[in-house]
């Protein structure tokens, strides 16, 4: 090797050092026990960021941590694909029949399923309410528990993001913010909401699924269709692979009688020609 070529990768370690110096930043590894403890033994989680899908990967398959604990990619990329084996066509698996499965599971393990972000299933009569970090799947009409105390307590080192953070530590960091700030909605709480979801956003308003999550309590609490779509539109913006974002935006317009800005999203979910296949 040249000489200039090893001192130019020498002197790179030494420059970058400081910013790739992640001794001291548990967060990951917090993030991801904080998970684990809050659903407890013999649940099963639901996750779709690979933020979050990597960590639990690693306190189970390198740690051996948490066996007793389910975990499920909603991207069937990694954790426990067993479930879903048998759909898989030509290597892609079909979201319908993976949702068929999901509600098997949700069905035969009532009060054990857990979910990141919000679900809802009214053919069940299911939906999610907030416990802990997590969403916890229940009967529609279940009077919700206070559970935010168990997301304020759990130690998270590193969840006031610094801005040399990766996007995945900031993502991570940030759900304990918006979970909050859902918390601070659900009580009434506008004013503590705004609290929470201001350095949320001052963190990672680059993060689709921040944007995302935030309209979420807009359109599921608030009610507030305008401020939904105005972060919704951002989280499109983000990632134009965001299937799930972009049918609400379809049916949002579509329901407020903006047909010209539904046909431009459904122009663009055509163009994506992914049929039945998408991303969480």
């Given at each position: 090797m040249?000489?200039s070529?090893?001192?130019?990768?020498?002197?790179?370690?030494?420059?970058?050092?400081?910013?790739?110096?992640?001794?001291?930043?548990f967060q990951?590894y917090?993030h991801?026990?904080?998970?684990?403890?809050?659903a407890?033994?013999?649940?099963?989680?639901?996750c779709?960021?690979?933020?979050t899908a990597?960590?639990l990967?690693y306190?189970?398959?390198?740690?051996?941590l948490?066996?007793?604990v389910?975990a499920y990619?909603?991207?069937l990329?990694?954790l426990?694909l067993?479930?879903?084996?048998?759909?898989?066509?030509?290597?892609v698996f079909?979201?319908?029949?993976?949702?068929?499965?999901e509600?098997?599971i949700?069905?035969e393990n009532?009060?054990?399923v857990?979910?990141?972000?919000?679900a809802?299933?009214?053919?069940?009569?299911?939906?999610?309410?907030?416990?802990?970090i997590?969403?916890?799947?229940?009967?529609?009409?279940?009077?919700?528990?206070?559970?935010g105390?168990l997301?304020?307590?759990?130690?998270t080192?590193?969840?006031y993001?610094?801005?040399?953070?990766d996007?995945?530590?900031?993502?991570?960091?940030?759900f304990?913010?918006?979970?909050?700030a859902e918390?601070?909605?659900l009580?009434?709480?506008?004013?503590?909401?705004?609290a929470?979801?201001?350095?949320?956003?001052k963190?990672?308003a680059?993060?689709?699924?921040?944007?995302?999550?935030?309209?979420?309590?807009y359109?599921y609490?608030?009610r507030?269709?305008?401020?939904?779509?105005?972060?919704?539109?951002?989280?499109?913006?983000l990632?134009?692979?965001y299937v799930?974002?972009?049918?609400?935006?379809?049916?949002l317009y579509r329901?407020?009688?903006?047909?010209?800005?539904?046909?431009?999203?459904?122009?663009?979910?055509?163009g994506?020609?992914?049929?039945?296949?998408?991303?969480?």
């Amino acid at each position: 090797m040249p000489l200039s070529r090893r001192s130019l990768q020498i002197s790179a370690a030494f420059v970058n050092a400081k910013s790739n110096d992640r001794s001291g930043y548990f967060q990951a590894y917090d993030h991801a026990q904080n998970v684990f403890k809050t659903a407890g033994t013999n649940s099963y989680i639901y996750c779709a960021a690979d933020s979050t899908a990597f960590n639990l990967l690693y306190l189970k398959q390198v740690k051996g941590l948490f066996r007793d604990v389910t975990a499920y990619d909603r991207n069937l990329n990694i954790l426990d694909l067993a479930p879903f084996k048998k759909i898989r066509v030509n290597g892609v698996f079909e979201r319908p029949d993976e949702l068929a499965i999901e509600k098997k599971i949700a069905m035969e393990n009532p009060g054990r399923v857990y979910y990141m972000d919000m679900a809802v299933f009214p053919e069940l009569a299911l939906r999610t309410q907030p416990w802990g970090i997590l969403h916890k799947l229940l009967p529609e009409g279940t009077n919700h528990s206070a559970s935010g105390k168990l997301c304020a307590l759990w130690a998270t080192r590193g969840i006031y993001c610094k801005n040399r953070n990766d996007i995945y530590c900031r993502e991570n960091a940030d759900f304990y913010l918006v979970r909050l700030a859902e918390y601070a909605a659900l009580s009434g709480d506008r004013q503590r909401f705004e609290a929470c979801k201001m350095p949320a956003l001052k963190a990672a308003a680059d993060i689709p699924t921040t944007q995302k999550n935030i309209a979420y309590i807009y359109f599921y609490i608030f009610r507030d269709g305008q401020m939904c779509v105005d972060h919704l539109e951002k989280a499109a913006a983000l990632e134009p692979y965001y299937v799930p974002v972009i049918r609400l935006l379809i049916e949002l317009y579509r329901s407020g009688g903006f047909t010209d800005k539904a046909k431009k999203w459904q122009d663009h979910l055509d163009g994506l020609n992914i049929g039945n296949k998408e991303s969480i």
